[in-house]
């Protein structure tokens, strides 16, 4: 398969600090402008604690932002084919 036909992944990756709400903004962002994308996210659990303390979003709706809910360990562990241009 080429490469052609593999749809462009986007992981976003959230921690604990206070720009969790941008980590939020760019999966919106995202989801409502770039829909041809996959969107992968990996929440720590210090943001869990931030999102729930510094802004208005739920746990569960920043979740379903990203397109793909199965986060894979191959994201984190250099197995998984993940290119940056």
Known sequence: MTE???PKRMVVG????????LGIELL???RQQLSAWET??????GARRTIK??????LEEVESLATSLTISASSS???GKISIR
Do not use: D, F, Q, W
């Open 4 to 6: 052609r036909n593999h």
């Open 14 to 21: 959230i921690s604990g600090a206070s720009g969790a709400i």
């Open 28 to 30: 919106k962002t995202m």
């Open 40 to 45: 992968h996210r990996v929440i720590s659990a």
């Open 53 to 58: 303390l510094e802004t208005s979003y739920l």
């Open 77 to 79: 562990s250099a197995s």
